[in-house]
C-alpha cells in the first residue's frame, strides 16, 4: 500500500512540474503571439452625396416569358427607358436607406448595376418568381474621393410575389417597386452602419423583408 501511495505521489508530482511547465511557457510567450480576435468596428457614415450608374452596356428584355434573357428586366413601371427607371429606384433607396445612417463621417454612395432581373407578367401572375439583383457599392470620401469601404460586389435578389399573392399584395400597396426599394434600402442602411455590412440570407435570397417606414414584415 505504501508503494502504491509512493507511485500516485510521484505521478501527481510530475503532473504538477509538468502543468507548471507549460504555465511558466505561456506566461513567457512573446505578446504578439497571444491569440486574438479582432473584431471590426462598425462604420460611422452619414449620407453626403450619391451616383448611381446603369451602363448601356445592359441588355434590356421586353420579352414576356418565365424566364426571359437580358440584364434587366422590369415591368413595374409604364413601358419606357429602363435604364432610368432602374437608376431612380437605386437613388430612391440610397435616399431612404442612406438617409437613417447618423454617423459622424460624411460620404458619397456610389453604385453600379450589374444586374435587375424582376419578374415578368406572364410570371408574376402565375408562378412568381425571385427579384434577381447584383451590383457594386462604393463609399468614398466626398472631399478627397478616397475609398473608405468597398468596391463590394452585392448579391440583393429578393422573393417575388406570385398569383393571388401578388394581386393581393398590390391591392395593399405592395407592388414590386415598393418592396425592391424597400429591401435595397435596407441593403444600403446596412452597409453604412454595420461591421459586416449586408450579409445575404442561407441560400442568397431574402424572403421577406421589414420596411423602414414599418415594422411588419412583408
Known amino acids: 500500500?505504501?508503494?502504491?501511495?509512493?507511485?500516485?505521489?510521484?505521478?501527481?508530482?510530475?503532473?504538477a512540474a509538468a502543468c507548471g511547465s507549460v504555465d511558466t511557457a505561456t506566461r513567457n510567450a512573446p505578446y504578439e503571439n497571444a491569440p486574438t480576435q479582432a473584431v471590426a468596428p462598425a462604420p460611422s457614415f452619414q449620407l453626403a452625396g450619391m451616383s448611381v450608374s446603369v451602363p448601356t452596356s445592359l441588355k434590356v428584355s421586353e420579352s414576356n416569358r418565365y424566364y426571359p434573357g437580358g440584364d434587366i428586366?422590369?415591368?413595374?413601371?409604364?413601358?419606357?427607358n429602363r435604364y432610368e427607371q432602374v437608376k431612380a429606384i437605386f437613388e430612391d433607396s440610397i435616399a431612404l436607406g442612406g438617409?437613417?445612417?447618423?454617423?459622424?463621417i460624411p460620404v458619397n454612395v456610389f453604385i453600379e448595376v450589374t444586374r435587375f432581373h424582376a419578374?415578368?407578367?406572364?410570371?408574376?401572375?402565375?408562378?412568381?418568381?425571385v427579384h434577381s439583383i447584383e451590383f457594386t457599392m462604393t463609399i468614398t470620401d466626398p472631399l478627397t474621393g478616397v475609398v473608405l469601404r468597398g468596391p463590394k460586389?452585392?448579391?440583393?435578389?429578393?422573393?417575388?410575389?406570385?398569383?393571388?399573392?401578388?394581386?393581393?399584395?398590390?391591392?395593399?400597396?405592395?407592388?414590386?417597386?415598393?418592396?425592391?426599394t424597400q429591401h435595397l434600402a435596407r441593403v444600403v442602411l446596412?452597409?453604412?452602419?454595420?461591421?459586416?455590412?449586408f450579409v445575404a440570407p442561407k441560400g442568397g435570397v431574402t424572403a421577406s423583408i421589414v420596411p423602414l417606414t414599418s415594422a411588419r414584415p412583408i
Not at 419578374?119 to 418568381?129: A, D, H, M, Q
Not at 429578393?158 to 415598393?178: F, I, N, P, S
Request: charged residues 25%.
Open 1 to 15: 500500500m505504501k508503494h502504491v501511495r509512493l507511485i500516485a505521489a510521484m505521478v501527481l508530482g510530475l503532473s
Open 73 to 80: 428586366v422590369w415591368r413595374g413601371d409604364a413601358y419606357g
Open 99 to 104: 438617409g437613417l445612417a447618423e454617423g459622424e
Open 119 to 129: 419578374l415578368t407578367e406572364k410570371t408574376r401572375y402565375s408562378v412568381g418568381g
Open 153 to 180: 460586389e452585392i448579391k440583393a435578389s429578393l422573393v417575388g410575389y406570385g398569383g393571388e399573392k401578388a394581386l393581393q399584395a398590390e391591392a395593399r400597396g405592395l407592388t414590386q417597386k415598393y418592396r425592391i
Open 190 to 197: 446596412d452597409e453604412m452602419t454595420k461591421s459586416q455590412g
